[in-house]
């Protein structure tokens, strides 16, 4: 379990170095792509107060699902690592199923259905298409939860493999995405995301350093031990 543990930690850890080279690519993509179409009319295009309310809400809906509920879930599944009371691990099984199978997927659902009915969707830019993949993958994701293996059948680590690494994809790609999704609202309304930015950042690095603390916990409390 041990030698699992440091590998999971450490691919979290390249996952971590990846996702931010990739939103640091995406960023360059926007800004050129800002820099050929800033000669358009419609890129000045005042837009309604209304469709403003709704892309918010739209990016709020999918922040809540993507990038915090379901990376929630991912830190409350891991306390399951080293609980051994029977009660706390189905309490632990079910917060974990209501925040990243129910409430994240309905969430998810919500924006998605905002998207189509009120949005341009040419899917001609890498937010789109990015979301439609997430939108998939959370949705098998809870099809291979639901329909998950008894504990000792030969298809469970087949299985743990394959629920371990959408749950993974998802969170990463998520966060990738809402950093991608508030340069694209940028670019649309013209304005400023400085605090967004800072606030999600924020955020996603007190969720690692949770996420890392969680892995040492252990260790730390044993260096005072003899």
């Given at each position: 379990?041990g030698?699992q543990?440091q590998?999971?930690?450490?691919?979290?850890?390249?996952?971590?170095?990846?996702?931010?080279?990739?939103?640091?690519?995406?960023?360059?993509?926007?800004?050129?792509?800002?820099?050929?179409?800033?000669?358009r009319k419609?890129?000045?295009?005042?837009?309604?107060?209304?469709?403003q309310?709704?892309?918010?809400?739209h990016?709020?809906?999918?922040?809540?699902?993507?990038?915090?509920?379901i990376?929630v879930?991912?830190?409350?599944?891991?306390?399951?690592n080293?609980?051994?009371?029977?009660?706390?691990?189905?309490?632990?099984?079910?917060?974990?199923?209501?925040?990243q199978?129910?409430?994240?997927?309905?969430?998810?659902?919500?924006?998605?259905?905002m998207?189509?009915?009120?949005?341009?969707?040419?899917?001609?830019?890498?937010?789109?298409?990015?979301?439609?993949?997430l939108?998939?993958?959370?949705?098998?994701?809870?099809?291979?939860?639901?329909?998950?293996?008894?504990?000792?059948?030969?298809?469970r680590?087949?299985?743990?493999?394959?629920?371990?690494i959408m749950?993974?994809?998802v969170?990463?790609?998520?966060?990738l995405n809402?950093?991608?999704?508030?340069?694209?609202?940028?670019?649309?309304?013209?304005?400023?995301?400085?605090?967004?930015?800072?606030?999600?950042?924020?955020?996603?690095?007190?969720?690692?350093?949770?996420?890392?603390?969680?892995?040492?916990?252990v260790y730390?409390?044993?260096?005072?031990?003899?």
């Open positions: 379990m030698v543990q590998l999971g930690a450490f691919l979290f850890q390249v996952s971590i170095v990846f996702v931010m080279f990739l939103v640091v690519s995406a960023s360059e993509e926007h800004k050129k792509a800002k820099g050929r179409h800033s000669s419609d890129h000045n295009t005042k837009m309604s107060p209304r469709l309310f709704e892309i918010t809400l990016g709020l809906l999918l922040w809540a699902s993507m990038a915090f509920l990376p879930g991912i830190l409350v599944i891991r306390l399951s080293r609980e051994g009371n029977r009660r706390r691990l189905r309490i632990i099984f079910y917060v974990h199923a209501v925040l199978e129910s409430l994240a997927v309905l969430l998810a659902t919500a924006g998605a259905i998207s189509i009915k009120n949005f341009n969707n040419s899917f001609n830019n890498s937010h789109q298409r990015l979301g439609v993949a939108y998939g993958i959370m949705w098998l994701q809870v099809l291979v939860g639901i329909f998950r293996p008894q504990r000792g059948s030969k298809r680590s087949l299985w743990f493999f394959a629920h371990w749950g993974t994809a969170s990463l790609l998520g966060v809402v950093f991608i999704g508030l340069q694209a609202y940028k670019e649309k309304t013209s304005k400023s995301i400085t605090t967004w930015n800072i606030l999600f950042s924020v955020q996603i690095c007190l969720i690692v350093i949770f996420y890392l603390l969680q892995e040492k916990w730390i409390q044993n260096q005072g031990a003899v």
